[in-house]
């Protein structure tokens, strides 16, 4: 190695610190040395380096989500929905809600722990308790306005009920819905609400944040929706009762999720998504809405 070369540092740190580089002495002779070997002097020349890898290498693109059309449903999980101790109310809901397909598409099983977010008046609750049997937990929160408008009396009935003894009642707003004492949850629901957290003020980033928290690596955050017309994004929420799937899928994945799947088993084509899809608004209408079904997953 050449004096100049050793000198270089030295030269770069001085002209850092302000001060001048000295001036380069001349390089000693080279000695001559031993005449290069034969087979030394017919090695090629060294090639360049190559790039490195994080420049060469593009980074994976995300992987698509997979589109389920149908949704494969086991002997134990279609029982629960023919269950002969349902009521005849929650049964008349079953054809617009599809229960055993919901159940199984988000992988709803025996000993797991469940969070639902705004429970109402427990139609999803119930199932969920009757899927994660008999060693499972399901956490029904609900928020004090929607306790306070409707769902007290409905909610506190269907609690009673000793199918549901392993539901845990939660009343928290939705901004923190389960709390810090709610963790490694294999599975958080929330059906036919997320647009009315829209309307309701919710603040939905630290929503999606603490269930995302409240969730375990691997765990799953299920949302099924009414869809908006392409492009109105939020306008609807209040009136229509309906939001764009877009939306959803942005503000899910900025708190960290990955979406991984979507069903279309409560899809419909021929819903012009001009009409209020709420419960009393719809009348011989509900459960005809065309709706949206995403399973989000917490890497």
């Not at 090629?44 to 790039?51: K, V």
């Not at 004090?144 to 409707?150: G, S």
Request: charged share 25%; glycine share 8%; aromatic share 6%.
């Amino acid at each position: 190695m050449t004096r100049s070369f050793l000198l270089a540092p030295l030269v770069a740190v001085a002209v850092a610190c302000g001060g001048s580089a000295p001036p380069p002495s001349a390089p000693p002779p080279a000695s001559p040395g031993p005449a290069p070997s034969a087979s030394t002097a017919a090695l090629p020349p060294a090639p360049p380096l190559a790039a490195s890898s994080a420049s060469a290498v593009a980074p994976p693109r995300p992987e698509a989500p997979k589109v389920v059309a149908r949704v494969d449903v086991s002997p134990a999980i279609a029982s629960i929905a023919t269950a002969p101790d349902r009521s005849s109310e929650d049964k008349k809901l079953d054809a617009g809600r599809h229960p055993a397909e919901m159940l199984a598409f988000l992988g709803i099983a025996p000993g797991m722990h469940v969070g639902e977010i705004a429970a109402g008046g427990g139609y999803t609750t119930e199932l969920l308790a009757r899927a994660v049997a008999p060693n499972g937990v399901v956490y029904g929160e609900n928020p004090k306005e929607m306790l306070e408008k409707f769902a007290e009396k409905p909610w506190s009935l269907r609690l009673a009920k000793p199918v549901n003894k392993h539901v845990v009642r939660v009343d928290r707003e939705l901004n923190e819905p389960f709390g810090t004492d709610v963790s490694d949850l294999d599975v958080v629901v929330d059906v036919l609400f997320y647009h009315d957290t829209v309307w309701f003020g919710v603040d939905r980033d630290a929503m999606n944040s603490a269930i995302f928290r409240a969730l375990k690596h691997g765990g799953v955050y299920g949302i099924i929706d009414h869809r908006a017309k392409e492009g109105t994004g939020v306008n609807d929420v209040k009136t229509l009762h309906r939001i764009e799937e877009r939306v959803v899928r942005e503000e899910v994945e900025r708190a960290g999720f990955r979406l991984d799947a979507v069903a279309t088993f409560l899809a419909n084509p021929s819903d012009e998504h001009d009409w209020n899809d709420s419960p009393i608004q719809a009348a011989g209408r509900r459960g005809t809405s065309d709706r949206f079904v995403l399973k989000f997953v917490k890497p």
